[in-house]
Each structure stands twice: as structure tokens, then as C-alpha cells.
């Protein structure tokens, strides 16, 4: 089993502690198909150094390509990723330092991704800040702004971050329309990308260069059927191709005929969508 | 113009030809090209028209400017095409039509052809008497696709910061693989055959003309241009029987949309208006784009889309990353100034910054006659000027260009979408986009008002911190001898149980002190009209109702609304007499409303905003939740009916929602749909505001 490895850092002058960073994410070597536009909008955003650059924020519905956008985006710059997710028991110590007791009595302090990604010069990715409550986030204020500091009341520091850190931070447009983030956040979080589904030919390439299916008549007729989608995203497209794949495999029909393809596809569409209710 | 470095023309040799190669439609070289009349009075302005325009045309083109038109010759037999009628409202169409192929000559005030044809009438004022000899020196040709037309246009205000010179050189490189030979050849040969004659008589000549062509005459004229001169004056092709020139206006936005009237029309215009009072030399377009951010930011802000300064700073410093990222000095409307204005700032902003930069004054009918843009059966642009139709492809404003026009709603129903309406017996109902909206903003009240009803709580350190370290509980047990940490925790509060099953009434408060105009309520079944059994869902007073255009749309605008049972409606295709029936038994009896509170007697005490919170708490089951300005107060009888009933107001300030959602909750439409629980019919989103939130 792989767990994140966690290394000391002395903070603090006057009381210094010892903290514990969690090492950077890692980044799947998946192949970035699509969005060009949006690299080079989120690129234009962390252009510059230190308080030059703007954070971020990427807005869409679920399984459009924010994640991945990220990871391509730390690819490029060949920066280390650290990634927060927001959820609703969310606390603000969670994101500057938190302590736990270890050896009984010993209390151990451990940072945050953001406070590594801020020490460490990486990229820190919030993913769903929509769903974090808005106290837990009051802490960014001064990360996003041109202060560009941490403090953790509980391990007693402050904590500036490095020249090269960047942020950014993606929510669902659901989130997003249901009252958005605290006002001080969607001020700091800016420029904010909109990001739609993919045309369905770009959703097909994206599945078919993830699931690795080259099965020309089964992409063929899984093209049709997506060219009929106005809004299927790639992650639905990759786990509807994957799972034709897989049913093709097991009822080990080695040359797809159109017709098996068609029922195939219906078969697994209606487990994916509101039919097989 | 800032100081320009260098003169604004290129003079050829030591001759008296000094040329202003330019790229159409884009406003400095028009600004260049004025500047250069206003330095040196020429005697000749030789331009890249053709020389089949008469004199008396060249005239009329000069004196159309600054409005937004087109000159539309034709060329090539007549052809039979099939249009597509979109209504019967222009009977006098027929199916069938000859069409001739369009040659448009656009004639806007950012082109330098079109500022060379006005210098005399415009700089009248600094040269007494100038009567230049204006000529036309092209010669006529079929529009053609030429290699490199799909480059992105390059920012015009490099001359401005290089000099003329230089940007020339650098077109030379981009422009490689853009000529179309041996079409051009010839062009350019004739060009220069009347550039060299100018030369031989010792005048002095502005020559203006497209970038691409100046090299080449240069070169031809290097070569030989005594040869040149001798070359006898080509005659003015014969026009061919039964044509003729039309003077068309085009309006301003569909002008900018081909790609005619520079980045801003805006800008183009605050130029149009420093060249009548005289500060044209001054003007630079970068300083006038960023007067018409100030401007915009003004307006957003009296329209209730204000931008704050840091959002502001975050814009400029988006917008100049993007500029230096596409190689420009000035921004392309969509593509730079909207798209930071609207990822920065706001989408209503940006929208308002995008009406600002397109105004820009509709042509004058009586100058030109009108058109109208038809499409062909096999998907060609035809237009109709008079009785005469052209085959029309419009100039291609660059790849990436992303230009787009705002989206204006239809004034009127086409036909079949008024005989669809006529032949069903439709009825009301509310619109799906907004009822999504109300459902989101309802799940974000009841979100924060559970979020009010919980208490912190100081609990001994184990793991977690929870909100964080509560010092004072901490400080207290040590100090009775106990050496624990503590930490807040939030727990929902004991004496006021859960707070909401999702169903309490919710008053939104958007304009309290609006002279209410109208008001009614919705009910559930709404679209079966059974008014025996029917149970109301929401109240509304409004300031303003209107029916938009002839679509029957109703429209309102909402001063303040009680939600009773709307929200909790399934949406879409969803709804049907079950499903509905089914959310209305789920209320308790005394919980549902079946009399509008203006005509109940119990709550003939309470007025205006009182009155709606008060016909919440009768229907309430132990709290209501009212969203308003933190600084509306709500009356002591309609608290004290509320104490009387156990009814909790819970108070919710207006910041915790998005202004635009706010807003836009605030206009409420019933649309026609076209059986009873159908969804509207589609063509009801034309007319009907967008909800983005």
C-alpha cells in the first residue's frame, strides 16, 4: 500500500517546532488531450513572480477536465502538486497545521499540503473549495492576497510563501450557483474559468487514449452514439468506454459487428445513465 | 497618437511618392494617414480602390463616412438560387431568385482608404482651399481566398510604438505565402504604372494601400520606371449591362462583426469625434481603450454591477499578461478585454463593458439604401438590396478573433412558431431555468439558516481541532490544576431542534420600499387549473408587469415573494399530477395555503413587506426564514403574531447570496407551454433573460 510520506521541518524563531510536510502528490503521466485555451488562459494567470501572479479558480460540472487540467499544468512547469480537498467537516487548522498525539502524550504537528506548497515553492490545488465551509477558508485570506502568509495559531508561526507558489482552486458549477464562495475568497480567486463539456468527438479521443481501446468498430459506433450527447464529459465517456471493453471482453466477441456493437453500447448506457432506473 | 517614431509615411527614394502601406480597417493607420495630410499638403492621393469608381463616387464614399456601409458592385453571370424563408412576414420573397456575386468595398472610418478619401473635407480647417486630386489607381478584380487571410491580424498599434517602417518590414515576413499571383502581379504593375507617371510630373502623392502590395511596387518601380510611366493610362473596364453600384449601410455591429470597424467600435467612434474637433494628433487608441474601461466600470457600477478595486487591478493585470502573451499592445474586444473583464471581475460587468465598447451610431438611412441578409438552401448569405440580389461571403475578421455580438432578444414569433401557439390550447406556466434558480437559492437559505442555529462547544483535546483551540477553557483548566487543551466544536443547539425540514416558507425581501403594482400567486397543480383543489405555492408582489413583444410571455419584476411549496416542485418532465400530488399531501393541512394573504382577514393587519412575512408565519411550521437587507426592520406586530403562533423569524442578510442571483430572482416570467405538464416551448428562451447564476 502506498501512504504519503511525511517530512520534519523546524518553523518558528522565537518557539521554533517541528512539523511535519507531507511530500507532493503524485501526477498520473496520463496523456492531456484538449482545453489548450484553458492552459494557455491558466498560464497567463501564474505568469510572473510572486504577488504578480493571480490564483485561480476553475468552475465547471463534474468530470470536465479540471483535475486534469491541473496536473497538466503542474507537468509543464514541472512543479510539485499539492492537493486540498474541501469537504464540509473542513476546520481552518486543517489548512495551515494540525496536531495529533503520538506516543501517548507527545503532540506531533502537521502541516497542511498548502503550508508544504507554500514552504516548498508548489502548486497547491484546492479541489471542491465549494464544499468547504466558509470559516475553514478564512485562513487563504492572507495566502491569496499580497501578503502571501500562513499562520497556524496552534503551532504558534507564520509562515511566507516561497516565490514559486502558485494556486488555484476548482469547484462544481452546482457549488458554484448555490451561493459560490465567501465573498473575501471570490475576490481573491480570480480570474475564474468556466469550463463546458467537450465537443463529443474530443470526449471519445480522451476515452479512447485512456481506456486504450483501438478497436475500430467499436470506436466507430461509440462515436455515433456519442456525436447524440450534448453533454457527455470524459470521465462518463471513459467509464462508459472501459466498461464496453470490458462486456466486449467477456463475452469474447472478437470482431464487433455493428449490430452486437449498438446493443452493446445500449446495454451499458442504461447502466450508466437514469434508464436503468 | 503617442509621439510616433519616425514620420508617418514612407517615402520612396527622393521622389515626391510617399506612401502609407496599411492594414484595412484597423484605426491607426487611418489616424497615420491623416496625420500624414496634416504635415504635408499633397497635391495627389492615389489609393487602392478601383479605377473603374468614377470621381463622383470616390465623393460619395468620402462623404458617408463616418457612418458604417458598403460599396456593393457585382461580377459574374447571374445564377439561380433556392432561399430559405424563415416567415411569412416577407411575403414579396420569392422561393427562387437570380443572384449576382457581391463585391463589397466596406466603408468605415477605421479604414486608411476610406481616411485618405475624407482628408480633404476633414482637414478643410488646417489647409485653406486643399483640393488634392483624389484617384483610384487598382484595378477591378474578383474578390479572391487568398493564402494567408486566415492570420491573426496583427495589432496596428505597433506602429505607433515601432514606427512605420519597421512594422512594414515585419508584414513582409508574415505576409510571405499570402500573395495571390498573377493577380496581384498585375494589380501591383498597374499601381505603380500610375505612381510612376505621378513621379514623372514632379507631384507630390500620398499613396495609400494595403501592406502587402508596397514591397513589390517598390521593386517594379526600381526596375523600371521610366517604362512604367510611358505606360499608357489602362482604360476604365466597361461595366457590364444592367449593373450598378449600391451604397448600402450596414450596421455598425454587424460592420464589427465582419471584421470593419478596428477592435472597439467605441474607440473608433471617440476617434471619429476627436477628428471633428481637431485633437486627432493627439489621440492614441491605447489611452482611449482604458477611458472606456473608467467608463465602464461606471456604468456597471450605476447598474448595479460594481467591481471592486482589487478585482479591477486583477483584470489590468490578466488583461496585460494576455497582451503580452499574443504579441499586442492593444486588446481584441472578445479575446482580451471581455474575457478578463468577465473571469476577473463579473459576467455583469463584462456584459455592460461589452455594450459600451459596441456603441457606436447606427448608420444614416437616407445615405444608403438597407439590406437583407438571407441564407441559401445550400448555405450561402444572400442579400437583398432593392430589387437585386447578391451572393455574399463577408471578410473573414481572423482566426481566434473570437468576435461575438450579444445576444439581442426577438422582438417578434416567426410564423411557424405563431401558428404552433395559435393551433395548441396552451396555458402558463413558470420557466425552468428560473425555478432552478429559486430551488438553488432556497437550498442556500435553508443551508445558512441551519448553520445559525448551532451553538460552539469547548470539548477536551484528542484529535481533531475542530474550530481551533478555545483559550479560555483551556486557560481555566490549567488553572484548576488539570493540564488538558480544548477545542470548539459545533454542535446544533438543544433548545431549538433541527431547524428545518426543508419546507419552511422563505420571504425574499428584493425591493421593500417599490410601489407594488400587481399581485398574484402561483399554485400547485398549476398548469391543470383545478381550482377547487388547488393549493398555493408562492406569493408575489410586484413593481412592474408587462407582456414581452408577441409571445405572451408575461414578465414581472418583483418587489418581494413568499415561497410557500415552490422549489420542492420535481423539475422538468418530472412533474406530472402524481409527483405534484404527491408533494402537496405531504403538507399538513393547516400548512397549506389556499387563500391569497391580501384577501385573508386573519392577516388584514399587516401591510406591504409585513404582510408577506406574516402570511409566512401562518403558514410556518416553526420558524420562516427571511431574507432582506440587514437594514429592513420587520414590524413588532408581525414578531409579535409569530410569538403567538411559536414561529421563529430567522433573519438572513442579502451578502450571503450572489447580488446577480439576487437580481435575477427578481424578474419572474410565465410562459406559454404547450400541454399541461410540457415544458415551455423552446422558443421562450429568446425572449427571456438568461439566468447565469
Not at chain 1, 478497436?215 to 453533454?231: E, M
Amino acid at each position: 500500500m502506498h501512504a504519503k510520506r511525511f517530512a520534519s521541518v523546524v518553523l518558528g524563531e522565537d518557539h521554533p517546532v517541528a512539523v511535519l510536510l507531507p511530500e507532493p502528490d503524485p501526477l498520473p503521466q496520463s496523456r492531456f488531450i484538449g482545453h489548450e485555451g484553458f492552459l494557455a488562459r491558466c498560464e497567463a494567470a501564474w505568469f510572473g513572480e510572486g504577488s504578480e501572479a493571480l490564483h485561480f479558480r476553475l468552475v465547471g460540472p463534474p468530470g470536465v477536465g479540471k483535475n486534469e487540467l491541473v496536473y497538466e499544468l503542474a507537468r509543464r512547469r514541472q512543479q510539485p502538486l499539492y492537493i486540498v480537498q474541501g469537504h464540509e467537516e473542513l476546520m481552518p487548522e486543517d489548512l495551515a497545521c494540525t496536531a495529533r498525539l503520538a506516543d501517548g502524550q507527545r503532540v506531533e504537528y502537521v502541516g497542511s499540503p498548502l503550508l508544504a506548497a507554500m514552504l516548498r515553492g508548489g502548486i497547491c490545488f484546492f479541489d471542491e473549495i465549494g464544499k468547504a465551509p466558509s470559516r475553514a477558508l478564512s485562513l487563504l485570506a492572507s495566502v491569496l492576497d499580497d501578503r502571501r502568509t500562513l499562520t497556524s495559531v496552534l503551532a504558534g508561526f507564520t509562515v511566507r510563501a516561497h516565490s514559486a507558489f502558485r494556486f488555484c482552486a476548482a469547484m462544481n458549477d452546482g457549488d458554484a450557483s448555490a451561493g459560490g464562495l465567501p465573498s473575501f475568497l471570490d475576490e481573491r480567486l480570480r480570474p475564474a474559468f468556466t469550463m463546458g463539456y467537450p465537443s463529443p468527438a474530443q470526449a471519445v479521443a480522451i476515452a479512447a487514449s485512456r481506456t486504450g481501446v483501438q478497436d475500430s468498430a467499436l470506436l466507430d459506433r461509440f462515436r455515433a452514439w456519442a456525436a447524440s450527447q450534448k453533454t457527455l464529459s470524459p470521465r462518463r465517456a471513459i467509464g462508459l468506454l472501459g466498461y464496453l471493453a470490458r462486456m466486449r471482453d467477456m463475452h469474447a466477441l472478437d470482431d464487433v459487428t455493428p449490430s452486437a456493437a449498438k446493443r452493446l453500447i445500449e446495454e451499458v448506457c442504461a447502466v450508466f445513465t437514469d434508464r436503468a432506473a | 497618437m503617442r509621439t510616433l517614431p519616425g514620420d508617418p509615411w514612407i517615402r520612396y527614394r527622393d521622389t515626391g511618392l510617399y506612401a502609407v502601406p496599411g492594414i484595412h480597417h484597423r484605426l491607426v493607420f487611418a489616424q497615420l494617414v491623416l496625420e500624414a495630410c496634416r504635415r504635408k499638403r499633397f497635391d495627389v492621393i492615389a489609393v487602392e480602390l478601383p479605377g473603374s469608381l468614377s470621381a463622383d463616387w470616390l465623393k460619395r464614399i468620402a462623404g458617408f463616412a463616418p457612418a458604417t456601409g458598403m460599396l456593393l458592385d457585382s461580377y459574374g453571370a447571374r445564377e439561380q438560387v433556392r432561399l430559405v424563408q424563415e416567415d411569412d412576414a416577407d411575403a414579396a420573397h420569392p422561393r427562387r431568385v437570380l443572384a449576382r456575386n457581391g463585391l463589397a468595398l466596406p466603408i468605415t472610418p477605421a479604414d486608411s482608404i476610406i481616411a485618405a478619401l475624407r482628408c480633404p473635407r476633414l482637414l478643410a480647417p488646417h489647409w485653406k482651399d486643399w483640393q488634392p486630386e483624389v484617384v483610384a489607381v487598382d484595378m477591378a478584380h474578383a474578390p479572391v481566398e487568398r493564402p494567408a487571410s486566415r492570420l491573426r491580424v496583427m495589432d496596428d498599434y505597433e506602429v505607433a510604438v515601432r514606427g512605420l517602417s519597421a512594422f512594414q518590414e515585419r508584414w513582409n515576413e508574415a505576409w510571405l505565402g499570402g500573395r495571390v499571383d498573377p493577380l496581384d502581379g498585375l494589380r501591383e504593375r498597374r499601381m505603380a504604372s500610375h505612381l510612376a507617371r505621378f513621379i514623372a510630373q514632379g507631384q507630390d502623392v500620398l499613396f495609400v494601400c494595403g501592406a502587402g502590395h508596397w514591397h513589390p511596387i517598390t521593386r517594379l518601380l526600381d526596375d523600371d520606371m521610366p517604362g512604367l510611366a510611358a505606360r499608357r493610362s489602362p482604360a476604365t473596364a466597361p461595366r457590364g449591362a444592367g449593373r450598378r453600384l449600391h451604397l448600402v449601410n450596414v450596421d455598425p455591429r454587424v460592420a464589427w462583426l465582419w471584421g470593419w470597424l478596428d477592435d472597439i467600435p467605441a474607440v473608433v467612434w471617440e476617434y471619429e469625434r476627436a477628428c471633428v474637433t481637431g485633437t486627432s494628433a493627439s489621440w492614441d487608441k491605447r489611452e482611449a481603450t482604458r477611458r472606456l474601461v473608467t467608463a465602464g466600470v461606471g456604468c456597471a457600477q450605476r447598474d448595479r454591477h460594481p467591481a471592486s478595486l482589487r478585482r479591477l487591478a486583477k483584470m489590468d493585470r490578466y488583461g496585460r499578461v494576455l497582451l503580452a502573451a499574443a504579441g499586442r499592445w492593444t486588446p481584441e474586444l472578445d479575446n482580451h478585454l471581455i474575457h478578463s473583464a468577465e473571469t476577473c471581475v463579473s459576467r455583469g460587468f463584462a456584459r455592460r463593458l461589452k455594450e459600451l465598447s459596441l456603441e457606436y451610431p447606427a448608420g444614416r438611412s437616407d445615405a444608403g439604401q438597407s439590406f437583407r441578409l438571407l441564407e441559401t438552401k445550400d448555405g450561402r448569405l444572400a442579400l437583398r438590396v432593392g430589387d437585386e440580389y447578391f451572393l455574399f461571403k463577408p471578410v473573414d475578421p481572423g482566426v481566434g478573433s473570437g468576435r461575438r455580438l450579444p445576444l439581442r432578444a426577438a422582438q417578434r414569433l416567426t410564423a411557424p412558431e405563431r401558428v404552433a401557439l395559435t393551433k395548441s390550447r396552451w396555458v402558463y406556466r413558470d420557466w425552468p431555468p428560473e425555478q432552478a434558480l429559486h430551488n438553488r437559492l432556497l437550498a442556500r437559505a435553508r443551508l445558512l439558516a441551519h448553520r445559525q442555529s448551532r451553538d460552539d462547544v469547548a470539548r477536551p483535546f484528542t484529535a481533531g481541532m475542530g474550530h481551533g483551540v478555545s483559550v479560555r477553557h483551556t486557560l481555566r483548566a490549567w488553572a484548576a490544576g488539570r493540564p488538558d487543551a480544548y477545542v470548539r466544536h459545533a454542535r446544533p443547539r438543544r433548545h431549538d431542534p433541527p431547524a428545518c425540514d426543508g419546507r419552511c416558507p422563505v420571504v425574499w425581501i428584493l425591493d421593500a420600499t417599490a410601489p407594488i403594482v400587481t399581485r398574484f400567486h402561483g399554485y400547485v397543480p398549476r398548469e391543470a387549473h383545478s381550482y377547487r383543489s388547488r393549493c398555493i405555492s408562492a406569493f408575489y408582489w410586484t413593481k412592474g408587469a408587462h407582456e414581452l413583444g408577441d409571445s405572451h410571455i408575461q414578465q414581472y419584476s418583483v418587489a418581494y415573494t413568499v415561497s410557500l411549496m415552490r422549489g420542492l416542485m420535481p423539475p422538468g418532465q418530472r412533474r406530472n399530477a402524481a409527483t405534484v400530488a404527491s408533494v402537496v399531501g405531504s403538507f399538513p393541512p393547516h400548512r397549506r395555503a389556499t387563500i391569497a394573504p391580501w384577501d385573508d382577514a386573519s392577516l388584514r393587519a399587516f401591510h406591504g413587506c409585513d404582510l408577506a412575512v406574516a402570511s409566512a408565519v401562518k403558514y410556518a411550521g416553526d420558524h420562516v426564514i427571511v431574507v432582506s437587507r440587514s437594514s429592513h426592520g420587520i414590524g413588532a406586530e408581525v414578531e409579535s403574531f409569530a410569538r403567538d403562533r411559536r414561529v421563529r423569524i430567522i433573519r438572513l442578510r442579502r451578502d450571503g447570496f450572489e447580488p446577480s442571483a439576487l437580481e435575477r430572482l427578481g424578474l419572474d416570467h410565465n410562459v406559454p407551454a404547450p400541454t399541461h405538464w410540457g415544458l415551455p416551448f423552446e422558443w421562450c428562451g429568446r425572449f427571456i433573460p438568461e439566468v447565469e447564476c
